[in-house]
């Protein structure tokens, strides 16, 4: 069963650049699936960040993209969320998850999520 | 303003069946994709419920049932108990990229 954990700063000043990681085990990274990013602000609902396969392809949520990058390490087994200007409204638990493009095609794993505040 | 519209409230009693539906349109469920449904119980993360409109994944129980018509999906809970008790989210895809309903918060009175 594939585990995946979040890691990286809990707190982010405003302008700054939120850096998160995800360590993918149990499970190689390098398969066929997608691994993705969504966030949820407190008390509200999921949003999708974006998703990167393990060849380098990506795919934004389009109200982010001009402040997203998600790159892989497939050395580490790792993937990361890079989200640049951040202010008060990126304020969420970030998690990491995989969408299996072996069966369900559905987000089927995630991480226990990371809270990131955005505070001075 | 989500892409996918969920009611924000549903309840019943230990039990009863309960609904919740998801909304959309012709850009994302209308255009044939599939519908995946999420429960999250407080503090946690989001975990699988349904799959591909109307599968369940290992180890969920077959109380929980989801369908698809047009533009639209429903999860169907019967036999209600007070561990269903969570937020439930529907999850498709518009235009190629992944969608949220602004989810659902069932209460079991």
């Known amino acids: 069963q594939v585990q995946l954990q979040e890691s990286g700063p809990g707190l982010v000043k405003p302008s700054g650049t939120l850096s998160l990681t995800c360590t993918v085990s149990?499970?190689?990274?390098?398969?066929?699936?997608?691994w993705t990013w969504v966030r949820q602000s407190p008390g509200k609902g999921l949003e999708w960040v974006g998703e990167?396969?393990?060849?380098?392809?990506?795919n934004y949520n389009p109200s982010l993209k001009s402040r997203v990058t998600i790159s892989v390490d497939k050395s580490k087994s790792q993937f990361s969320l890079n989200l640049t200007s951040v202010t008060a409204a990126d304020t969420a638990v970030y998690y990491c998850?995989?969408?299996?493009?072996?069966?369900?095609?559905?987000?089927?794993?995630w991480g226990q999520g990371a809270l990131v505040t955005v505070s001075s | 303003q989500s892409v996918l519209t969920q009611p924000p409230s549903v309840s019943g009693a230990p039990g009863q069946r309960v609904t919740i539906s998801c909304t959309g349109s012709?850009?994302?469920?209308?255009?044939?994709?599939?519908v995946h449904w999420y429960q999250q119980l407080p503090g946690t993360a989001p975990k699988l419920l349904i799959f591909?409109?109307?599968n369940r994944p290992s180890g969920v129980p077959d109380r929980f049932s989801g369908s698809k018509s047009g533009s639209s999906a429903s999860l169907a809970i019967t036999g209600l108990q007070a561990e269903d008790e969570a937020d439930y989210y529907c999850?498709?895809?518009?235009?190629?990229?992944?969608?949220f309903g602004g989810g659902t918060k069932l209460t079991v009175l």
């Open positions: 591909g409109n109307n």
């Open positions: 012709s850009s994302n469920i209308g255009a044939g994709y599939d």
């Open positions: 149990g499970g190689s990274i390098s398969n066929s699936h997608w």
């Open positions: 990167i396969f393990h060849g380098g392809r990506t």
């Open positions: 998850a995989r969408e299996d493009h072996s069966g369900t095609y559905a987000f089927d794993s």
């Open positions: 999850q498709s895809y518009d235009n190629g990229l992944r969608v």
